[in-house]
């Protein structure tokens, strides 16, 4: 049987906010005195600019306005892929020169993007881990991915696949689809998704099945979540943060990802979906 769905961002209670908020406000300011931060006033805030890919983005887009509120600190937000070679994706976007402060993404790209010296070296901070997960549109057929056996027909029996260009694309095309003896089958009805979430596909009927992340799925409430894939063909990524190299507010840079990695902000992070690194 498949594992029950984690609770989307856009539908977590109104008590957890509640909760967590005054926490979360306290584990930022108490940051903020702690690294001679600035508070929040107009002549000592910080514009914080920050690129982030799909996975990390739904508690992302929950715990920025609450670091904002709580520290003056204004974030600007950029979106992209992990990998690939689309124009709007993170690797790109560093290798045209487009300046940043924050950088976030997949583990293995970011320890990329370090050793090409387009983020510190030593600034890694992991975040969240997150797993792969698969959607179809409200009244088709359910398809079970409950066991490898079961993932497996349900690939060969979908008539058009959509699969994301980053991370777990790269997981699903370069390795998972040979693994499981479908590769050749899966030529022609699996399409790699530029730039566009996954979700959005499958809900305009161009995709029979969908698979992504699971916290870049859950939002999407016109799809039936199916699950996540079985354990034993599951790949774990880490979505890490780190501070780009030039970067103009490096200091508040560091000040946003102590906050966004804190203990305080899991259950939020743990309401779209995804294992935060703080509970670890």
Do not use: W
């Amino acid at each position: 049987m498949q594992p029950s769905a984690p609770p989307s961002a856009t539908t977590a209670a109104p008590a957890l906010r509640r909760r967590f908020l005054g926490t979360l406000l306290g584990t930022v300011l108490g940051l903020a005195l702690a690294c001679g931060g600035p508070a929040q006033s107009t002549a000592q805030a910080a514009e914080i600019r920050v690129i982030t890919s799909g996975g990390f983005s739904a508690a992302y887009d929950q715990l920025v306005p609450l670091y904002e509120q709580a520290t003056g600190h204004k974030v600007v937000t950029a979106r992209g892929a992990s990998m690939g070679n689309a124009s709007d994706s993170i690797p790109s976007r560093m290798a045209r020169g487009e300046r940043f402060d924050v950088v976030i993404l997949a583990d293995t790209g970011l320890d990329a993007l370090t050793a090409q010296g387009k983020v510190e070296a030593g600034s890694r901070v992991d975040l969240a881990r997150s797993m792969i997960g698969m959607s179809v549109r409200k009244g088709t057929p359910v398809p079970d991915i409950g066991s490898v056996d079961a993932l497996r027909q349900t690939l060969l029996n979908a008539k058009s696949i959509a699969y994301s260009a980053s991370a777990s694309g790269t997981y699903l095309s370069g390795e998972l689809f040979q693994r499981l003896g479908v590769a050749e089958q899966m030529k022609g009805k699996a399409t790699r998704i530029l730039s566009e979430r996954v979700g959005a596909v499958v809900l305009r009927g161009d995709a029979e099945i969908g698979f992504q992340q699971v916290s870049e799925l859950l939002p999407f409430k016109e799809l039936v979540f199916v699950g996540p894939l079985p354990d034993e063909v599951q790949q774990r990524v880490f979505f890490s943060a780190g501070v780009a190299m030039g970067a103009q507010e490096p200091e508040a840079a560091r000040h946003l990802i102590r906050f966004l990695a804190a203990p305080a902000a899991a259950s939020i992070v743990r309401s779209t979906g995804m294992e935060p690194a703080a509970a670890r």
